[in-house]
């Protein structure tokens, strides 16, 4: 049976990395060709080396659940979403971790996105399970797919209907609007703090 072989920019496409990648594996040993034609240098890899390196990445990356809320009195609607995308996860036989956070969805600093971020980064992660879009994040949501999708990462949602809660909207308006007033005085600033209040008060 022929031994099936790979050139360079073939197998750099199919395991998702760049010829230059492959080059520095070589010389660093941590994946060598199976092949080196002595004549042209070229390097040739084999199905067996695709199939161990796909099996080493997957057994490295993890599916993640991500799981947020704004506010800490969300508690209760939290432990709701962490059980509903746990449930989900155990039907399709995932193993899995669980990220969460309570913090508004304009917040990019929240302590667990920012470690998943880390994670995608470091491409320890195969899948993102979230229950909304908006659990993610309020916007940008296009953004970090983009970067999830350069990694060979999917986003999986598990509803796609459009949901909001009004509550939730509020004090992400809220804290848009304090950003934004934190750079304003005088009569403009008193008018936008009156706002928020009146946002406050009218949720």
Same mark, same amino acid.
């Given at each position: 049976?022929?031994?099936?072989?790979?050139?360079?920019?073939?197998?750099?496409?199919?395991?998702?990395?760049?010829?230059?990648?492959?080059?520095?594996?070589?010389?660093?040993?941590?994946?060598?060709?199976?092949?080196?034609?002595?004549?042209?240098?070229?390097?040739?890899?084999?199905?067996?080396?695709?199939?161990?390196?796909?099996?080493?990445?997957?057994?490295?990356?993890? =599916? /993640?659940?991500?799981?947020?809320? $704004?506010?800490?009195?969300?508690?209760?609607?939290?432990?709701? @979403? !962490?059980?509903? #995308?746990?449930?989900?996860?155990?039907?399709?036989?995932?193993?899995?971790?669980?990220?969460?956070?309570?913090?508004?969805?304009?917040?990019?600093?929240?302590?667990?996105?920012?470690?998943?971020?880390?994670?995608?980064?470091?491409?320890?992660?195969?899948?993102?399970?979230?229950?909304?879009?908006?659990?993610?994040?309020?916007?940008?949501?296009?953004?970090?797919?983009?970067?999830?999708?350069?990694?060979?990462?999917?986003?999986? =949602? /598990?509803?796609?209907?459009?949901? $909001?809660?009004?509550?939730?909207?509020?004090?992400?308006?809220? @804290? !848009?609007?304090? #950003?934004?007033?934190?750079?304003?005085?005088?009569?403009?600033?008193?008018?936008?703090?009156?706002?928020?209040?009146?946002?406050?008060?009218?949720?």
């Amino acid at each position: 049976m022929e031994i099936r072989k790979y050139s360079i920019g073939q197998f750099a496409k199919l395991i998702n990395r760049t010829e230059q990648t492959l080059r520095n594996w070589d010389k660093s040993g941590k994946l060598k060709p199976a092949y080196v034609d002595t004549e042209t240098g070229y390097r040739y890899y084999t199905d067996e080396q695709l199939r161990l390196y796909n099996g080493e990445k997957t057994r490295d990356k993890q =599916v /993640i659940g991500y799981c947020r809320v $704004s506010s800490a009195k969300q508690k209760n609607a939290l432990d709701r @979403q !962490i059980e509903n #995308v746990k449930a989900y996860m155990y039907a399709r036989g995932y193993q899995f971790s669980i990220i969460s956070d309570i913090g508004s969805g304009i917040n990019y600093n929240n302590k667990g996105l920012k470690r998943l971020m880390d994670m995608i980064q470091k491409e320890e992660v195969s899948k993102i399970v979230i229950l909304y879009k908006d659990r993610l994040v309020r916007f940008g949501f296009e953004l970090i797919e983009n970067i999830c999708t350069s990694k060979g990462i999917e986003i999986e =949602v /598990i509803d796609n209907s459009e949901k $909001s809660d009004e509550e939730e909207i509020v004090e992400d308006l809220v @804290q !848009i609007i304090t #950003v934004c007033s934190c750079r304003l005085q005088g009569k403009r600033g008193n008018k936008t703090k009156k706002m928020i209040e009146e946002l406050k008060n009218d949720d």
